[in-house]
């Protein structure tokens, strides 16, 4: 343990599971107090006990109005500071529009987009107020490539990389910096419908990455000085070719 992140607080959405949950364990490691935000309610619990005292659970489902527009103002009472919010929590669905049912495509993007511009609004008073504070948000190399086999969770990352980069702008000058992490295929439940066969094939061909190669990368970047700004990290496997 490096100490680095020592008397900071990081609120992490989706934080009881692959990217997050890796995210949370660097950070704790590191000596951040560490906020799992999930709506898996017995997994936050199991969570915490691992951890200790330094990883404290706050169950919201953040496809419910009510309790994503009460995630912040909650947490701020059980810590008294925010100084990292990394909105990590999303979604994944691929195939044809024309085959994907318009209730899927309102979860997708009310979880992708709407609630990771709802925690961003809702923190931007206490940061703004304290002058300092990093905003993460996990996007997705589809965030970045027109990938043709899943326009809904595409369009809902190239929403995501365009807001990242207008808040980055809107906030720098209150002393709140804005990153992005877009990973390319990561090994974690998200991954759960992928049949079997190409699963077992992308980890044979090293078309997939570990959760805590993009921990690293985010954990990396919040760790720089103040005055550094690391704008987009892409974390992709070194045999993938979109
Ligand atoms: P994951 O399924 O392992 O973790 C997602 C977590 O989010 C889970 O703990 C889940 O309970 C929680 N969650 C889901 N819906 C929620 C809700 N309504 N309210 C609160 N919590 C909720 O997935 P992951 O791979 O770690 O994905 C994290 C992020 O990374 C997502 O934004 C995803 O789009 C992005 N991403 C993933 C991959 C990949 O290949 N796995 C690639 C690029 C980007």
Redesign the pocket.
């Known amino acids: 343990m490096t100490g680095k992140f020592d008397g900071k607080v990081a609120a992490i ?9 890796a995210t949370a364990e660097a950070l704790l490691a590191e000596g951040a107090t560490v906020v799992l ?4 309610a017995a ?1 936050l619990r199991a969570l915490t006990e691992r951890h200790g005292a330094a990883c404290i659970a706050q169950v ?4 419910d109005a009510d309790s994503c527009n009460a995630m912040v103002p909650q947490i701020l009472d059980k810590t008294g500071r925010i100084d990292i919010l990394h909105c ?5 669905i691929g195939g044809d529009l024309a085959e994907t049912d318009p209730a899927t495509i309102d979860r997708m993007l009310n ?2 987009v709407n ?1 990771v511009m709802k925690n961003v609004h809702a923190v931007i008073p206490h940061m703004t107020a304290r002058g300092s504070g990093d905003i993460m948000v ?5 965030g970045h490539s027109a990938i043709p086999w899943e326009p809904v ?1 595409s369009g809902s ?1 190239w929403a995501i990389t365009c807001f990242v980069q207008t808040m980055r702008r809107q906030l720098m000058k209150h002393g709140i910096r804005v990153g992005q992490v ?10 759960a419908d992928w049949p079997e066969e190409n699963l077992r094939k992308a980890k044979e061909n090293g078309a997939l990455i570990e ?1 805590s190669e993009v921990a690293d990368a985010v954990v990396f970047a919040l760790s720089r000085p103040r005055n550094v700004t690391i704008r987009d990290m892409i974390v992709l496997p070194s045999n993938f070719d979109i």
């Open positions: 959405t989706g934080g009881a599971s692959g990217i997050g949950l935000v999930d709506r898996d997994a919201t489902d953040l496809l990590n929590a999303g979604t994944y979880l992708n609630a996990t996007c997705s190399v589809a969770y990352k877009s990973p390319g295929p990561v090994i974690s439940a998200l991954l959760p």
